[in-house]
């Protein structure tokens, strides 16, 4: 838009130097020939006259004037007087002018003049070059050189395409100027919208500009303040029923779990069971629900943490499950190093959490997984891949929605908010986080973060 107001007001302020400019310009450039024509007519006629005067004194003083025009006066007559000047080529102009009295003014050319202009004048015996009594006796003809006139022709005309783009640069920069001052109100409601698309709910518009913008500032605003109102209660309203929730999920477990202990009928104990994976699940579903609540509050900042501490303090926690399993958990590239990456206290651990117990969950019996971490550039890219079944690409395209389930291992026991919650704890922290196949079968979870600017001993 800057451009387009920019390249609008250069444009007027050319087409009034146009309108302003180039008529002064062609006013000057006849001004000049008018002049021209004149001076070179009166010197003619002055010539003429002492052509006709045909005295000693009129012949001494024309041949003086001649010499001081040197090649530029050419002079013919019927008295001696002009007999030592030179005389002119005969044609049409110098016919006419002996014939019947007219003078002639050539130019040379048809666009604006040529190299010379020729003006060609009759004298008349004894009486002004105007006297129709009196034949004329003869005819002066000027030779006159244009190049002076083409020097302040030049002179005329580039002065004012100079100007003109003095005044174009300067146009264009009152024009940027001006265009990002009434543009700014504008980009100030798409900064605004931007950092809103990004999650970013607290962002505001400040009023300013024009009436118009002030007023849809206004309004947006006071739909973000809206919308912020009621994100927020829902939030809060997930966080406390997750909490709540918690309470009687867990009574309600070592309720089954002493039925469980109480019951010898198998058929019961099998209902009991099933039951209690139930509670389980939705246990599950509820912290899950919870972690989401808080992550989407963002009440944390990122900070320098060292990736490698976090991942060995988790896979302790994770290797017990793993044995009873006869699945290996396998460190590979820095993921044992000190690599420093931004992300907020507890978040890294609730990602490795949800990421190693899906790897687990659909590993096979004696299968491996293997946690990789290293540096590139700026980012630390950590990976987790398992030897399962893997994902479609269908599947990968909607894992990370809430409350999806797919068909495979974990579409039986998972409650579908495992990777939403990956998804956005990582990008809270300004990092991606996507699913690809394993080298060796299986799936890949990538994981990249910003690296700490501070670098890891």
């Not at 005969?90 to 016919?95: C, K, S």
């Not at 265009?179 to 504008?186: E, F, Q």
Request: charged residues 25%.
């Amino acid at each position: 838009m800057i451009r387009q107001l920019v390249r609008s007001y250069v444009l007027l302020v050319a087409v009034a130097i146009a309108l302003f400019t180039v008529p002064v310009a062609f006013t000057l450039t006849d001004q000049l020939r008018d002049d021209t024509k004149a001076s070179v007519l009166r010197e003619a006629d002055a010539m003429a006259l002492l052509l006709g005067n045909d005295e000693s004194a009129a012949c001494e003083a024309l041949e003086e004037v001649a010499n001081a025009y040197e090649d530029e006066i050419q002079v013919t007559a019927t008295a001696g007087c002009a007999a030592d000047l030179p005389r002119p080529t005969a044609d049409e102009a110098l016919a006419r002018a002996l014939r019947s009295g007219e003078s002639s003014v050539d130019w040379g050319s048809d666009f604006i003049w040529g190299d010379h202009l020729v003006v060609t004048v009759p004298a008349h015996e004894g009486a002004t070059a105007g006297d129709s009594d009196k034949g004329p006796v003869g005819a002066v003809r000027i030779q006159y050189s244009t190049g002076e006139m083409t020097s302040r022709l030049w002179q005329i005309w580039g002065f004012r395409a100079v100007l003109a783009v003095l005044v174009l640069g300067v146009a264009a920069v009152i024009g940027v100027v001006v265009a990002r001052r009434l543009t700014r109100p504008l980009r100030q409601l798409n900064d605004m919208a931007s950092k809103f698309s990004d999650g970013d709910l607290t962002a505001r518009s400040p009023v300013t500009g024009p009436q118009e913008t002030q007023t849809l500032a206004r309004t947006l605003n006071q739909g973000a303040e809206r919308l912020d109102t009621l994100i927020a209660s829902q939030r809060i309203f997930v966080a406390d029923a997750s909490h709540q929730l918690r309470t009687p999920l867990t009574a309600l477990r070592l309720s089954l779990d002493n039925i469980a202990d109480g019951v010898d009928d198998e058929f019961v104990k099998e209902d009991v069971e099933q039951a209690t994976a139930e509670v389980v699940r939705m246990s599950r579903l509820v912290n899950g629900l919870l972690v989401l609540a808080r992550a989407e509050a963002k009440v944390t900042a990122a900070e320098p943490l060292v990736l490698g501490d976090i991942v060995q303090e988790r896979l302790a926690v994770w290797r017990p499950a793993a044995d009873e399993r006869g699945v290996t958990i396998a460190l590979g590239g820095s993921a044992d190093g000190r690599l420093l990456v931004l992300t907020s206290p507890g978040h890294m651990e609730q990602v490795l959490d949800n990421v190693l117990s899906n790897a687990l969950e659909v590993s096979p019996d004696g299968g491996t997984i293997t946690v990789r971490a290293e540096q590139r550039g700026d980012e630390v890219v950590l990976s987790v891949d398992d030897e399962g079944p893997g994902m479609s690409d269908t599947d990968k395209s909607r894992a990370f929605d809430r409350f999806w389930r797919g068909k495979g291992l974990t579409g039986r026991t998972g409650s579908g908010l495992g990777l939403a919650v990956v998804k956005q704890l990582v990008t809270d922290d300004g990092g991606t986080v996507a699913l690809r196949d394993a080298p060796g079968g299986g799936l890949s979870v990538r994981i990249s973060l910003r690296a700490s600017s501070r670098s890891g001993g």
